[in-house]
């Protein structure tokens, strides 16, 4: 059983980090635990408490070694099928549209998909011997995965039971171990987990010698842009659901915890209409 609250960085696994208050944003708080904001006033007849807006709170953490940022709160399986169920479809929309106006206007945008699949893939050609049989591992419908023309079946393996696109099949986990992958994409999911590494050892065991895995999670602006790493923790007064915020050491951190050895690691300004920076990494199981 892993920790509510992490008790150590979950990239380097140090115990030496600093904490600072912040909230868990009240629809991330909602669809995971059922918690809403409440107003307290004075009908409440507590004597010790200020009135005022009450939020789920939470810490920022910062490692003192790998300055991996991150939320405290680890959410469990449960908690993470309630927050990914059916992803970005009505309910989920909905309810993030009441919590956060403008959501709806995004959320098209978002829906356009990826417009530099281009870039990952010539970022990945050179370390492909083929990418005929493809997993994407958190792949959502798979309308994201390069090279899903070329390539033979696509596997999709995701927790929000979304309908897949195209030639994707979405299997179970069990499922991934049954066959030899050329190429595993898993983008923009491990900022999501509470456990990275126990993603990475997942995805190890669908890996042999010949498969290449490829990995992108943002480089979100707050840690790119901030010149004093040591604040980082202060300076993050919200979560929402990305709970890792990476940077370059920590991310080599993991990689290398996880026994994978990175390849190449990119740093990318994405094109089109949500338009980030994002860490790309190519890399293969470790002595293969
Ligand atoms: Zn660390």
């Not at 708080?29 to 059922?34: C, N, S, V």
Request: glycine share 4%; proline share 3%.
């Amino acid at each position: 059983m892993k920790s509510r609250i992490a008790d150590s960085c979950v990239c380097c696994d140090s115990k030496d980090f600093k904490k600072s208050p912040a909230i868990l944003m009240p629809f991330v708080a909602q669809r995971a635990f059922d918690w809403k904001p409440v107003e307290i006033n004075k009908s409440w007849g507590l004597k010790t408490i200020k009135n005022g807006m009450a939020y789920s709170i939470c810490n920022s953490v910062l490692c003192s070694n790998c300055f991996h940022l991150f939320l405290d709160i680890r959410f469990s399986d449960d908690e993470m099928g309630r927050l990914y169920d059916h992803y970005r479809e009505t309910a989920y929309i909905n309810l993030r549209e009441k919590y956060e106006p403008g959501y709806k206007t995004r959320n098209k945008k978002l829906n356009l998909g990826y417009q530099y699949l281009n870039e990952i893939e010539n970022f990945l050609r050179p370390f492909l011997r083929k990418s005929s049989a493809i997993l994407d591992w958190g792949g959502d419908s798979g309308k994201n995965t390069p090279f899903q023309s070329a390539c033979d079946f696509l596997h999709i393996y995701d927790i929000s039971q979304r309908p897949v696109v195209g030639k994707a099949v979405r299997i179970e986990k069990n499922q991934t171990q049954n066959t030899k992958y050329d190429l595993i994409v898993c983008s923009h999911v491990l900022e999501h987990a509470p456990y990275p590494g126990d993603i990475l050892s997942d995805i190890r065991s669908a890996m042999n010698k010949n498969t290449v895995l490829y990995i992108e999670f943002p480089y979100e602006n707050l840690v790119r842009t901030t010149k004093n790493k040591n604040n980082l923790h202060r300076l993050k007064r919200h979560w929402h659901e990305h709970v890792n915020f990476f940077n370059e050491r920590s991310a080599e951190e993991l990689l290398s915890n996880s026994d994978l050895e990175i390849l190449k690691l990119k740093k990318l300004l994405t094109s089109g209409e949500s338009s980030e920076y994002v860490f790309q990494i190519v890399c293969k199981l470790k002595n293969s």
